[in-house]
């Protein structure tokens, strides 16, 4: 495969990716559907630090559009294009690791909840993750309904994209130094 050709299938393989982890922090703000939590501030702290919205979604979203542009007949289809995009491509690891430590983080501290007790606090931090496969101790958080689930099922796709995210980001590093070394495969055109 060409290398600008390899360029143009990471950065379409991280538009869907981005715009899913933008689309995934946001949602996380609404627990249960509603504002009312977040007007409240009962929202987990690692959604305040925004993973999914800076890290794999601006972070990956910025580099792809400039990794598109290396694998196109443009002014970027060149060894210096290509040159650039590991710096570009560089970013984007950085902002899919920014992403996974948060959702890792948010996986091992638990969501934020309101108990029997009316007491709002994160009942799990302190269990190292182990809620994950103790399904019955969820019933522990009586608001915002299904919040573990949400928490869970919100943060490990997250976990997942900002994986996916750091692949590919990683291959167009290697395919950006081989583009460089090597050339863009473009066509010339004789004039």
Same mark, same amino acid.
């Given at each position: 495969?060409?290398? !600008? ?5 990471v950065?379409?393989? =991280? %538009?869907? +990716?981005? &715009?899913? #982890?933008? /689309? @995934?922090?946001? *949602? ?6 509603d ?51 590991? !710096? ?8 899919? =690791? %920014?992403? +996974?430590? &948060?959702? #890792?983080? /948010? @996986?091992?501290? *638990? ?32 608001a ?21 995210e ?26």
């Open positions: 495969m060409c290398t !600008g050709k390899c360029s143009r299938f950065a379409l393989a =991280l %538009y869907p +990716l981005a &715009v899913l #982890s933008i /689309a @995934l922090n946001i *949602g996380l703000f609404f627990p249960d559907g504002t009312q939590y977040t007007r409240d501030d009962h929202i987990t702290e690692e959604v305040k630090y925004m993973g999914g919205l800076i890290g794999g979604g601006a972070m990956v979203l910025l580099p792809a559009l400039y990794i598109h542009l290396t694998g196109t007949q443009s002014c970027c289809a060149n060894r210096c294009g290509m040159f650039l995009s590991i !710096g570009f491509a560089g970013v984007g690891v950085i902002g899919g =690791l %920014y992403s +996974l430590t &948060v959702a #890792s983080l /948010a @996986l091992q501290n *638990g969501p934020l909840c309101q108990m029997l007790s009316l007491v709002w606090i994160t009942p799990f931090k302190d269990t190292k993750g182990e809620y994950l496969s103790d399904s019955s101790s969820w019933k522990l958080c009586t915002p309904a299904n919040v573990v689930e949400f928490h869970i099922g919100m943060f490990a796709t997250l976990l997942a994209l900002s994986c996916l750091i692949i590919l980001c990683a291959i167009q590093m290697v395919n950006g130094l081989v583009g460089c070394l090597c050339g863009t495969c473009a066509k010339k055109t004789v004039v």
